[in-house]
Each structure stands twice: as C-alpha cells, then as structure tokens.
C-alpha cells in the first residue's frame, strides 16, 4: 500500500490563501502523477491540478491562475498553493498519486488516495 497523508486544510476568507501538503509513504514504489481533486458538497469529485514526475502540470479552468501544483519526487511530496481563494472553492480537497509499487516480485500499477482536508472559504 501507498499511503498519502494530507495537512494544510482550514477556514480562509475570501481572497487568502492557503497552502496544502500531501506526503506518500510506503515501500518500494514509484510515483508518476500526484495530484489534488476537489468535491464539493452535493457535486462530484472534479479535478483540481495534477503534476508528472517530469513537471508537467495540468488545472482546472476554474483554479488557473490562483493555484500552483509542486512537487518534490525524492521526498514524495506535493504541495497545492491556493490563492484569491473564492467561496467557490470550498470542498473537501483529496490528494491523489499514481505510479507503480514492487508486490510479489513484480512491478504493478496503482491509484492511492488520501482521505481528504477540508477548505472552507467564507467570511
């Protein structure tokens, strides 16, 4: 198993920022998108932003420009900064990893998720 394990989450008015982590831990795996998705309540889970190992980013239109994906590979960290945060963005916001882990003397894909940090945007 790949864990990831979110912190960051909180109450920001409208306009803050807010900066979140998210930190794999597991044995013998390798991490090829990291990345953060966001459900808000009554809606279904949507992207956010993700990042390769490579540095390639992807966002939402609706967060571009107010947030930046980065990642560390050695320390399997990603990082979401949330800026002109927006009521909009309240949700749970769940990070998420692919790549492969060594099971059994092979090699396999897998898709972890965290449990989720709430942000809640409201003055």
């Known amino acids: 198993q790949v864990q990831l394990v979110e912190s960051g989450g909180g109450l920001v008015q409208p306009g803050g920022s807010l900066r979140l982590s998210c930190a794999a831990s597991?044995?013998?795996?390798?991490?090829?998108?990291m990345g953060w998705y966001r459900q808000a309540p009554g809606q279904e889970r949507e992207l956010a932003a993700t990042?390769?190992?490579?540095?390639?980013?992807n966002y939402a239109d609706s967060v571009k420009g107010r947030f930046t994906i980065s990642r560390d590979n050695a320390k399997h960290t990603v990082w979401l900064q949330m800026n002109s945060l927006k009521r909009e963005d309240t949700a749970v916001y769940y990070c998420?990893?692919?790549?492969?882990?060594?099971?059994?003397?092979?090699?396999?894909?897998?898709?972890?998720w965290g449990q989720g940090t709430q942000v809640t945007v409201s003055s």
């Open positions: 998420t990893a692919d790549g492969t882990r060594f099971v059994n003397i092979r090699w396999k894909p897998f898709t972890s």
């Open positions: 597991g044995s013998l795996f390798s991490i090829v998108t």
């Open positions: 990042i390769t190992s490579d540095g390639d980013t």
